[in-house]
């Protein structure tokens, strides 16, 4: 069964994936309106580290508490 704990965690590793993908589309949009603006994201890399944290203490959690579905 899941706990609270897990459930936030989810949420919180859901809330990454959105603003991943609005990051995506902004650049998208950006590169279309100037292709010579294709220049490396670093907000990008972090909420890359952010979300493989994440995904570490959901891992963790369920290993520690057996709460999983």
């Known amino acids: 069964m899941e706990c609270a704990e897990l459930e936030k965690l989810r949420g919180q590793v859901r809330d990454i994936r959105k603003e991943m993908t609005a990051r995506r589309e ?35 959690h369920v290993t520690r508490h057996q709460c999983q579905e």
């Open 26 to 60: 902004h650049a998208r949009a950006q590169a279309e309106k100037d292709p010579r603006s294709g220049r490396k994201d670093g907000y990008q890399a972090l909420l890359e580290r952010k979300l493989g944290r994440a995904v570490a203490e959901i891992e963790q």
